[in-house]
């Protein structure tokens, strides 16, 4: 089994940063890839930003040039640097981790991110 502990969320305003971070335990060698998905009040669950193995990354195209995913694979760590954060970055952020085959291995417990306008 994998588990996931994220930290790193609070309050900020408009235009601050934050960094979000997840570290892995258990069963990491089964993890290919690692990312983030965010879910606001009323809306569905959203993919933020992914990275593989191999240290490809993916972004969810209203988080492009603003978010940086990257990947300490030595410490089973993934982190998100998120600048020029918005209104509308506003909601809990999940960490998650999966297999080769999209399967999805373990969620994290979720921290809240509030921007302020």
């Known amino acids: 089994q994998v588990q996931l502990v994220e930290s790193g969320g609070g309050l900020v305003q408009a235009g601050g940063s934050l960094r979000l971070y997840c570290a892995a335990s258990?069963?990491?060698?089964?993890?290919?890839?690692m990312g983030w998905y965010r879910q606001a009040p009323g809306k569905q669950r959203e993919l933020v930003a992914s990275?593989?193995?191999?240290?490809?990354?993916n972004y969810a195209d209203s988080v492009k040039g603003r978010f940086t995913i990257s990947r300490d694979n030595a410490k089973n760590t993934v982190y998100l640097q998120m600048n020029s954060l918005k209104p509308e970055d506003t909601a809990v952020y999940y960490c998650?981790?999966?297999?080769?085959?999209?399967?999805?291995?373990?969620w994290g417990q979720g921290t809240q991110v509030t921007v302020s306008s």
């Open positions: 990275i593989n193995n191999g240290g490809s990354t």
């Open positions: 998650s981790a999966w297999t080769p085959w999209g399967t999805v291995l373990a």
């Open positions: 258990g069963d990491t060698f089964s993890i290919n890839a």
